[in-house]
C-alpha cells in the first residue's frame, strides 16, 4: 500500500483523510499529541513533530511516497521556514514521488475583477500572499531538482456549514456598496478535499490549479447569499472609504481585492465535478 504524509491537519486534512484511507497509509503530522485519538479514528497515523522546529521532523524523513502539505507559512519573518523545514527533511530520506500544496489565490493580489487563469503573473500584496509566493518557489525549485511531481492548488474562500460568516453578519458588519465592491471567488471545504484527492490521481507534473467553484459573485453578494440562506440580516453596504475604516486591516486586505478565478483547468485536467459549484446550490441542497 502507497504511504501519505499530511501536514496541516486542520479542518480540510480532516476532510481528505477519509478519502485516502483506502488507497493509502496515511501519515498524519501534528504538533500536539492531543490530537491524535482524533485522527486515528478517522484512520492516519499520528506523527509528532513540528515544522518550526527542524529537528523535531526526523521521523518523517523517508515515511512517505505522496505528500500532502496542507500547513500555512508561519506569520513571522518573509520567508515560509515551515515549506523550507519540510523540504529539507524530505530531502534528506527518499524523496516522495508526489506533492500537493494548498496556497491561495491572494497571491495574485488585486487583479481589478479581471478574470484569470493560472498563467497569471503573482502580485501579492499581503504578507499572508507573499509567504505563499515563497512557499510556492521554494516548492517548485524542490520539485525540479528532485525530479518530484508537485502540484500547487490556489485556493480562494473556503466555506462549510461551519465555515460561514455568521458572526459577522450577527454584528452587524458592512459590506461594500455594489457598484463598488469587488468580485472574491469561494470553494466548499468538501469539494476542496476531493480536489486535492484529483491532484494526487491526475495532476500533471509541475502544475497550478485554481480550486475554485463557478460563482462570480462580488463580495456584498455572497454576504447576503448567506444571511438569506441562515435567515439572518443581511449587511448594511456603506461606501467603500467607509468600510475601510469600519473593518480590520486583515479583513480589508481580503475586500479589497477583486478577482475572478477561471476553474477551466481544474475541470478539464483533474476530471473535478463540484458537489457544490455554487453557493446556492450549497443552501439549496
Not at 454584528?171 to 486535492?196: C, Q, V
Not at 462580488?218 to 467603500?240: C, E, I, N, Q, W
Amino acid at each position: 500500500m502507497k504511504r501519505i504524509l499530511i501536514t496541516g491537519c486542520g479542518d480540510i486534512a480532516r476532510r481528505t483523510i477519509p478519502l485516502l484511507t483506502r488507497r493509502y497509509r496515511v501519515y498524519a503530522l501534528i504538533r500536539n499529541p492531543v490530537y491524535g485519538e482524533h485522527l486515528r479514528k478517522l484512520g492516519a497515523i499520528p506523527v509528532t513533530g513540528d515544522l518550526d522546529d527542524r529537528q523535531s521532523l526526523s521521523r518523517i524523513k523517508g515515511v512517505a511516497d505522496t505528500v500532502l502539505h496542507f500547513a500555512p507559512p508561519s506569520p513571522k519573518g518573509s520567508t515560509d521556514t515551515r515549506t523550507r523545514n519540510l523540504l529539507s527533511v524530505l530531502s534528506a530520506g527518499s524523496c516522495p514521488h508526489r506533492l500537493v500544496y494548498i496556497s491561495t489565490s491572494g497571491v495574485y493580489g488585486d487583479c481589478h475583477g479581471a478574470q484569470i487563469d493560472e498563467t497569471r503573473a503573482v502580485n501579492p500584496a499581503s504578507m499572508r500572499g507573499k509567504l505563499r509566493v515563497d512557499a510556492e518557489r521554494q516548492i517548485r525549485a524542490w520539485a525540479k531538482a528532485n525530479r518530484v511531481n508537485a502540484n500547487i492548488l490556489r485556493v480562494p474562500g473556503i466555506y462549510a456549514a461551519d465555515r460561514l460568516p455568521l458572526d459577522r453578519l450577527k454584528a452587524g458588519a458592512p459590506a461594500i456598496a455594489n457598484d463598488e465592491d469587488s468580485y472574491s471567488n469561494h470553494i466548499h471545504a468538501e469539494d476542496l478535499a476531493r480536489i486535492a484527492v484529483a491532484a494526487l490521481l491526475r495532476g500533471k507534473p509541475c502544475r497550478i490549479y485554481h480550486a475554485t467553484d463557478d460563482d462570480e459573485m462580488k463580495m456584498g453578494d455572497y454576504f447576503d447569499a448567506v444571511a438569506d440562506g441562515t435567515h439572518l440580516p443581511r449587511a448594511p453596504r456603506l461606501s467603500r472609504a467607509e468600510v475601510k475604516i469600519a473593518v480590520s486591516p486583515m479583513m480589508w486586505s481580503f475586500m479589497n481585492e477583486s478577482r475572478r478565478l477561471s476553474n477551466t483547468r481544474m475541470k478539464r485536467e483533474l476530471k473535478v465535478v463540484l458537489r457544490y459549484p455554487t453557493l446556492n446550490a450549497f443552501f439549496n441542497t
